[in-house]
């Protein structure tokens, strides 16, 4: 199964969060005790995660790479990337602690919503926040890859149309 997430640099901010299991279920999470049950509980095997898992200043190859097909990351010179840089890897140590199985990978939501022809005004009666729109797109790009549909970036994985 696979899970999207649009992890927040702080835990008082909403992270998205999407999966299907036989149906669509999404919602929003704070604390990293609440995303880290989930993932516990819902046995997931991939997740795709809107965060930097890798740090290089002031640009990272993923960045860089995105530049240069258009798109705009922000750096992670940004204090608030820095700190979602931090949790993202406090969360990925953590998961690799439930269950070294499983696989985290980074996405970029803005990227897959390009790449796919998407906008968030069509999904915005069902999704009440673009946190949510955010980790659908990261679960996209998860799906994308259990297809062998994708393309990687450094460790940044995106669809492959």
């Known amino acids: 199964m696979i899970l999207g997430l649009d992890l927040s640099a702080k835990e008082n901010n909403r992270t ?3 999966y299907f299991n036989n149906q669509p279920i999404f919602g929003i ?3 990293n005790e609440e995303i880290l049950n989930l993932i516990e509980k ?3 095997k991939y997740i795709f995660i809107d965060a930097p898992l890798s740090y290089e200043y002031p640009y990272r190859i993923e960045e860089r790479l995105l530049y240069k097909y258009g798109f705009k990351p ?3 010179s ?3 990337m820095k700190f979602l840089y931090e949790r993202a890897n406090l969360l990925k140590n953590k998961i690799m602690e439930i269950d070294n199985n499983i696989e985290v990978y980074e996405t970029f939501p803005r990227a897959v919503e390009k790449i796919l022809k998407l906008k968030y005004q069509y999904f915005s009666k069902v999704f009440k926040y673009k946190d ?3 980790a ?4 996209l790009s998860g799906l994308f890859f ?3 549909r994708y393309e990687k970036l450094g460790n940044l994985i995106l669809p492959k149309i």
């Not at 659908?136 to 679960?139: D, G, H, P, Q, T």
């Open 132 to 134: 949510i729109y955010d």
């Open 42 to 44: 819902e046995k997931f």
């Open 74 to 76: 922000l750096p992670l």
């Open 16 to 18: 998205g969060y999407f």
């Open 136 to 139: 659908y797109l990261s679960y």
């Open 78 to 80: 940004l204090k608030s």
């Open 146 to 148: 259990k297809l062998n």
């Open 29 to 31: 999470l704070y604390k």
